[in-house]
C-alpha cells in the first residue's frame, strides 16, 4: 500500500513538473525578442526660406541651327523661373540601408527640357518623355554620365541610369537652343524652393551637417546646421544669382 502511495506520488510530481516548465517559458522569450521590435531612429526636418537677391525672371534668347517649316519651326520663348533652379542639399548625410533612389522625370515641351535642372539620388533612373510635335535626341557628354537616346518621337519615352555623383549637363542633338542639367546627388536629403521660396528637407538623421544652397550660375551657398531627433530646425538662404548672359545658357 505504502508503495503504491509513493508511486502515485512520483507520478504526480513528474507530470506536475513540465506543467510549470511550459507556463514559464514565454515571457522568456517574449522578453529575448522585445529588443528587435524596438530599432526605429528618430529624425528631424530642415525647413526655411530661400530669398534671390537679383531679378527672378529674365528671358532667354532663342536660337535654332535647323529652320524647318511646320510645328516646332520658330522656337517658343518663356520666362526663366529661377526659384524653381535652385537646389538645397545636405552634405555627407548618412543613408539608412535599404533606401532606394526614386525614379524621376525630364520632360521635352514646347521645345524645353522641364524641369530645367533636375535634382535626383544617385541610382536613380530618369525618363525622358517627348511631349513635343517634333523628334527630339537627348544626350549628356558629362564626366558624371554620357549617353545618347537617339531620335524618338512624340508620345515615347526613353530613359537612363544616373549612378555617380555630379552635374550631368544634358542636350538635344536636334535642338541646339536646348540644355538643362540632372544634378545627382550622393543621398536622398534635398529640396526645391516652392514659388514662394520655402523648402522643406525631412528625415534628416540627427547630427551637425553642412546644407548647400546650389544654382547653375554661382559659387555654392553653405551654411551649418545641428538636425536633433523630433525636431524642426530653421535654416534661411540668400543666393544671389547674376544675371544670365545674353547667350543660351
Known sequence: MEGGILLRGVRHALFVFPVSFIVA???????????????????????????????LTARRPRFRIYSDLGPGARPPSREVDEMGNVVLYVQRATVPDGTAPA?????????????????????????????DDVFHNVFSLSSAKTFDLGRFPKGSSKSDVFDKSGTVQVFCHIHSDMSAIVLVLENPYFAVPNDAGRYVIDGVPPGDYTVVGWHE????????????????????????????DDVSR
Open 103 to 131: 525614379r524621376a522625370a525630364m520632360a521635352q515641351r514646347d521645345e524645353q527640357f522641364v524641369p530645367h535642372i533636375l535634382p535626383v539620388y544617385r541610382g536613380a533612373t530618369v525618363d525622358f518623355p517627348n511631349n
Open 217 to 244: 550660375r554661382i559659387k555654392p551657398v553653405t551654411r551649418t546646421v545641428r538636425v536633433t531627433a523630433g525636431e524642426t530646425v530653421r535654416l534661411d538662404f540668400n543666393i544671389p544669382i547674376p544675371q544670365p
Open 25 to 55: 517559458t514565454p515571457p522568456s522569450m517574449m522578453a529575448r525578442s522585445a529588443p528587435v521590435t524596438a530599432t526605429v531612429v528618430a529624425t528631424g526636418r530642415i525647413e526655411g526660406q530661400v530669398l534671390l537677391s537679383t531679378t
